[in-house]
């Protein structure tokens, strides 16, 4: 695959406005571990090689279990995952993928009994931005990068 587009030089300053969000919701107070699962988790629905390979290194460093990464396309069957976990990766898939353009009331009800009204907004910035990197990656063909992560 070569990559089409390089927007950190095409368009510098609107790379720069990504990484003010990514910032905010780095600094959110949100486990950074359960930031990086519902990060892999949109990326994995997007097929966004290049954000899976970044954030699956991330998420090591930030505690989530080798199980937990292996079968995080399988959370609903695998045992491992938090009941607050588990709302946060049920919010993550509703708001990527939007089926009939809403999110169930269940699923934000299920969000409310584990995070406030603050977490929760600030989790649904956290999974706007990774679709919204899921999409540049995958729109500029960005190829995956291997080794040390980057943050």
Same mark, same amino acid.
């Given at each position: 695959?070569?990559?089409?587009?390089?927007?950190?030089?095409? &368009?510098?300053?609107g790379y720069k406005a990504m990484l003010?969000?990514?910032?905010?919701?780095?600094?959110?107070?949100?486990?950074?571990?359960?930031?990086?699962?519902?990060?892999?988790?949109?990326?994995?629905?997007?097929?966004?090689?290049?954000?899976?390979?970044?954030?699956?290194?991330?998420?090591?460093?930030?505690?989530?279990?080798?199980?937990?990464?292996?079968?995080l396309a399988a959370w609903r069957e695998?045992?491992?995952? &938090?009941?607050?976990?588990?709302?946060?990766?049920?919010?993550?898939?509703?708001?990527?993928?939007l089926t009939g353009g809403d999110v169930?009331?269940?699923?934000?009800?299920?969000?409310?009994?584990?995070?406030?009204?603050?977490?929760?907004?600030?989790?649904?910035?956290?999974?706007?931005?990774?679709?919204?990197?899921?999409?540049?990656?995958?729109?500029?063909?960005?190829?995956?990068?291997?080794?040390?992560?980057?943050?």
């Open positions: 695959m070569t990559q089409r587009l390089d927007l950190t030089k095409i &368009s510098p300053d003010g969000v990514h910032s905010y919701v780095q600094n959110s107070g949100l486990s950074l571990g359960l930031l990086e699962l519902v990060k892999i988790r949109a990326s994995q629905i997007n097929g966004c090689a290049f954000c899976i390979a970044m954030h699956v290194p991330l998420a090591r460093k930030h505690g989530v279990s080798d199980d937990q990464l292996h079968l695998a045992p491992i995952y &938090s009941p607050k976990e588990r709302a946060a990766l049920a919010w993550s898939e509703a708001l990527t993928h169930p009331d269940a699923v934000y009800a299920e969000i409310r009994q584990h995070f406030s009204e603050k977490e929760v907004a600030d989790l649904s910035f956290a999974i706007a931005e990774i679709n919204a990197w899921n999409r540049l990656m995958i729109c500029t063909r960005t190829p995956p990068q291997f080794g040390s992560p980057a943050a």
